[in-house]
């Protein structure tokens, strides 16, 4: 009697996705702890006397000045870069790999952006890490967010090559690679919030 | 569907004529990456016990007779403890894991196989630089300002190594189940493996921040963290309960998995099963407190201001009793099952139920010393604790590895050979553990090894401490010998030796490089057992 062969192995499902969606959840349990710890440092300084504002928590160093402009870009920046990966995801679907690739260029570029606004804004600042709890605790935090940040053009780089390599059928991927850099935004976007205008 | 699954290329790899060192450095064999972390593993719990007896040894006469001058115990303290946790008990429990999960849930391969090897080797890298630094007096409190930092950063490196393994076994929980197989339906072991890895993956973020913290302040600056005396402080909590029954809630499934198999029967109400495990991972909240999260009970009055002791008592109980509930609710599933039992004498069943007691003799003991009014902080009593779940985790290691054993090489370990150790291993850590919590009573104080005196009687109870982690060291010893022997020269287990009902014992022992050969559809939570009615219908 004739016997067909063993059926293959179903391809896993999403694995990509599934493991971004994981390592996003880890590097924001990451960044929480990190904002928890700043948190509790400065609930735990003493106050001092602001000219302009009055009693205001003594936890960043007088002579620092927050270069906001920079900041706020580099936030606008994040969003930018949501809305290139997801034009990349939009495109791939549609099989439009001109825009694909496209949009997958302009996430890069605006991601390079990011990492130039941060190497702006440590120059403006010029804290010095030695200086006290305060500086040493801001290059870890935004260290650790530059770090992300270098790991998520990366994940673009390779996303991009895939895609560009393999035609039009790594859209999982490119979704993937979009949620990693929608993670992105919303951890800056709380650093932003913490370190650069709560001080 | 695109992927990064490799498991062609993994085969490939162990099957070319390749010089065997360069298959085994280069592997990515989810079954080979889990021999890996477990034969280390095997080392790591070796060298953490000899640095345990050694410690335990300082305590018998602690203003007398030193083999070690302060600084150092201090040290030895630390590495002893390094090794026990990192060293030894998440690396077995981890590679065991690695190994069986992908052949419980009927796929050819972990999910991303070279994060799990990848994490593999940061993990060693990591673990062997720590001890480096710690041997050159940079451990937590060390003297040595650069082996400090070296500590840190190796800390976060192996960290970051066992988090790439957990994740492999997240996504392979998550996306490669065989058809039919909802995550519900999985063998406990997979279930508590998934749990487990999620749990550490939401936890060692936290422990890596932290370190980096720790780090970039301690090197530069030491304004904020209480430079080399305050690491403890800040990340001593990865070496403490509650976040020890993180790392045994994989072994957890071992239990639940092998009881009914080895007592020939079903496990009674799995859905509660499944649960249990799931209220053990509420230990991860540890990792958010930085420190032990107690309840200052005051005595009568504790009805006085209600509203203040509610605060205290949610996360006291988040934290501290609910995983307890869950270790009870796996002891109490396991001890109704085998009450309708016919149980075959076999290793893996002492080594699993004595393992279990002991981890909920430590998660109990540890609700107590979280009590202020029991006035048991800063005393020895924690490490009874400690001592209770690590050596309890490592037994239901230990049976794991009797059970799927002929899954990992082939050969089964001999059971009139493997049952006596079961039985010493369970002494050596009642001896090992209730002796500290009865010298806490007393105020023996924790963390110091040398120039303290307390009120009881402190050469008893050290003596017979030391007395218990030789003997487990001894234990361990003639295990891995066992292991090894078996590994080398053991009789060929057979595919299914315990008949079984989960999938990892429907292919060869041991399995080849893609595991199954054929598809295998899954009707009910019993496919093997289904298959074998299915012959027996035929």
Redo the contacts between chains.
Sequence with gaps: MLTLPPAPQPAPKRQVFVGTALVSAAATMLVGGMLAIWAQFRADAPFRESPRRGPIKDWMPKDIVVPEVAANMMLIAFFVVCVMAQWAVWSAKRNDRQHAGMALGMTLLMGLATLNAQLFIWSQMGVDVRGGAFNSMFYAITGVMTFLVIAGLVYTAVATFRYLGRGNSDVPTLSAHALYWYFLTAAFTAVWFVVYVQK | ?????THHAAGAASSTDAPAIATWLTTADHKQVGRLFIGTGLLGLLGGLVLAVLVAFERIDAEGFQLLDSGSATQVLSAARLLLTFGAVAPLVMGLAVAIVPLQLG??SI??PRVAAGGFWMWLTGLTLSVAAIIGNGGPSGGESEMVDLYLAASVVMVLGL?MAA?SI??TG???RT?GMGLLRAPFFSWSSFVGS?AL??????F???S??L???HR??R??FGGNFGVNNWVGWAISQPFTYVLAIPVLGFVLDAVPVLGRTRLVQRPAANVAVGLVSVAIFA??THRAVTLPWEGDGFFSGLGTKIADLLPFGLVNVIPLLGLLGVLGLTMLTLKSAKPMLAAPLPFAVLGLLMILLGAASHLLYTVEDAALGGTIFEAGSYVAVTFGTVLLAFGGLTYWGPKLWGRRIPDKAALPLALLGFVATALGSLPYMVAGFADQPAGVVDGFAYSGPQELWNVVTTGAFALMLLVSLAFVGLAVRSFTAGEPAGDDPWDGTTLEWATSSPPPADN????IVVGSEYPLADIKNQGKVG
């Design positions: 569907m695109t992927s990064t699954e796929s050819r999910a991303f988090a994740l997240a996504v998550l996306t490669s058809p999620i993956l939401m936890s060692l973020p936290v890596i921040g932290t980096v913290y780090y970039v302040d530069y600056a304004a904020a990792s958010l199954f050969s054929d598809l």
